[in-house]
């Protein structure tokens, strides 16, 4: 089923191109729009784990339709098809994002489904290298990134009345584990939740944002193997960013409590590995590019990730890890854009986490990648 639903909207967008338009329908106030790209990946690491091809594709539909005057309504989904496996491997297919929703003239839209957390609203400042960005949030954990469940509220201009003034509201259900619509590992489970995103444009290039969240925690992520407890999972971020002339400058900090996720569930082959979340961690990011005229953009960046008050799990034999970085290296690299839709990358990962028991244990690489790629997108 997946490869005849993949054939005919592969053979929509062959069609789509050789009208040289993402545009795909649009008549009698319904809209669908074709957009997504095409990826040939490789890193370069000591870390076997991440050495060798990461070639992956996108393809994705957003659509409107015009039910009156003030009303409209709107969906998008999109999926992405790893290239970097065998044909005999099945599972290399998801749904990135996936929701609908109404939108009320200049009262704002409500849309419910998988779609991005409010604190992505902060994240988005300085998510923008082309490959290693954004990696101090991850998806399914609570609101910081891609997640199920969420019925989100956005207005923009705040209610037409002040240009560049955004907020949104978001409620997230409770996405649980065994026995559970949707089961899921404990480290991508969340309870019941809340949150809220603000964001200005100043003006001269410059914009603020800011945002927080607060959700239960299960009882399944409370349980003694798993490090970290606490009845609640919270975060609270704020970003700024220059955008003018070429040049981008951005950062972010986010201050989270139990909610900075680390680790994997213990194999057979390595029964001593640590995970869980950290009871309190400090999360750093900054960006800064510059694109020329001719259309190759230098950059460099930072992220860390800093856990502390980590605590002791049954996983630990009772050894407590204290102050751990998660994440810590600088980016730099540069991207060329041929045209619109064509353009190629490279992007070097210098990691500055030094080996030691935590990393090994908890699954840290200490390893730098360089990452190079070239991208077809429409």
Do not use: C
Not at 118 to 142: A, C, H, I, K, R
Request: proline share 1%; hydrophobic share 35%.
């Amino acid at each position: 089923m997946k490869r005849k639903v993949l054939g005919v909207l592969l053979t929509s967008l062959i069609a789509a191109q050789a009208a040289h338009a993402a545009e795909i329908y649009n008549k009698d106030g319904n809209k669908l729009d074709l957009d997504g790209f095409v990826e040939g990946m490789r890193y370069i690491s000591n870390d076997d784990s991440q050495n060798g091809d990461q070639s992956y594709m996108r393809l994705g539909i957003k659509g409107e339709t015009q039910i009156n005057d003030q009303l409209t309504g709107y969906g998008r989904w999109q999926m992405q098809a790893n290239a970097n496996t065998s044909e005999d491997q099945h599972d290399q297919m998801f749904t990135r994002f996936a929701f609908a929703g109404l939108k009320f003239s200049d009262y704002g839209s409500l849309d419910y489904g998988r779609s991005d957390g409010v604190m992505y609203d902060t994240l988005s400042y300085t998510d923008m290298q082309p490959e290693f960005d954004g990696m101090t949030y991850n998806s399914d954990q609570f609101m910081f990134h891609r997640g199920n469940s969420l019925l989100t509220y956005r207005n923009n201009d705040f209610f037409g009345l002040v240009d560049g003034l955004n907020f949104a509201l978001q409620y997230q259900g409770k996405n649980g584990g065994a026995g559970e619509p949707g089961e899921r590992s404990v480290l991508r489970q969340n309870g019941d939740g809340y949150g809220m995103s603000l964001s200005y444009d100043i003006g001269a290039g410059v914009s603020v944002a800011g945002s927080f969240f607060s959700s239960d925690r299960t009882n399944d992520q409370n349980n003694a193997a798993v490090m970290g407890n606490g009845d609640r999972a919270e975060a609270y971020a704020a970003a700024l960013k220059y955008e003018a002339n070429g040049a981008y400058l951005a950062v972010m900090y986010t201050q989270a409590y139990n909610a900075s996720r680390f680790g994997s569930l213990p194999s057979d082959t390595k029964r001593d590995s640590v995970y869980g979340y950290a009871n309190k961690s400090q999360i750093f990011e900054a960006y800064a590019g510059y694109t020329f005229d001719f259309g190759l953009t230098p950059f460099v960046a930072y992220n860390q990730t800093r856990a502390s008050k980590l605590g002791a799990s049954t996983q630990t034999s009772g050894v407590a890890y204290g102050k751990q970085d998660l994440i810590k290296y600088v980016d730099l690299g540069a991207s060329y854009a041929f045209n619109k839709n064509m353009n190629a990358f490279v992007d070097y990962q210098i990691n500055l986490i030094d080996d030691s028991d935590f990393s090994r244990a908890a699954g840290v690489s200490t390893s730098d990648v360089v990452a190079m790629g070239v991208v077809y997108q429409f």
